[in-house]
């Protein structure tokens, strides 16, 4: 694959997938991909990783290691559907409350759904709101957490300077997103799957394979492991590190405010 994926220094707010965009068009356009897939959003992720992601949100969340005590309060940005707020309710024993942000209402009505039926809406704050401009006072958050969102934010750079700012000191960010393979063979095999099969099958089972294109093409731009670390450090966190899941189809950032 002869595109070259977009760095530390930035590129991310103009490439809407391969297709480079207009500054303040790329919003708008990721939001129409989500309106679309959100009442399938776990197919989604079960596509793109061959249902791999679920354990590696679950060992998100063991890392992140929620305590089991009231008062505890995490910030889970691109998170409509609950996906991760849940497991770190759960993880506390139910003692976590978690707001759950994201700038699409579609994802947000799946998610608050879901809380009812799960008896977590007690725990749980649905708001809709974007990344770049959080509706938070300064410190409000023991931790800020985002799965596979971070790189349909058009300004990376802006949204990481507002989980720090929304922190507590001594908080605690955590970011899982699709990285770069580091293993041979398995690179080829992954790309091969992701440009190949995932639009046909998206198209097959919902009927528009464009949103998975979109997507696909999204992780190929997205900045390496060691190039979004450096933008994690650029914010100002620190202690900033990463694991690799499956080869580095995945990796999961960490970062504290201390």
Known sequence: MSVERTTAAGGMETSYGFRKVGAGDKQSLVN??????ADRYDLMNDLMSGGLHRLWKDAMV?????????????????????????????????????????????????????????????????????????????????AYTIAFGIRNVPRIDVALSEAFRVLKRGGRFLCLEFSEVDMPLLDKAYEAWSFTAIPKIGKAVTGDGEPYSYLVESIRKFPNQQNFAAMIARAGFDRVTFRNYSGGIAALHSGWKL
């Open 62 to 142: 063991a890392w992140l290691n929620p305590p089991k005590r009231p008062g505890w309060k995490v910030l889970d940005v691109a998170g409509g559907t609950g996906d991760i707020a849940f497991r770190i309710i759960e993880a506390s024993h139910r003692n976590a409350h978690a707001a759950v942000l994201d700038i699409n209402g579609s994802m947000l009505e799946v998610g608050r759904d879901r809380a009812e039926k799960k008896g977590l809406s007690e725990n749980t704050d649905f708001v809709e709101a974007n990344a770049e401009a959080l509706p938070f006072e300064d410190d409000t958050f023991d």
């Open 32 to 37: 129409d991909v989500f309106h679309k897939v």
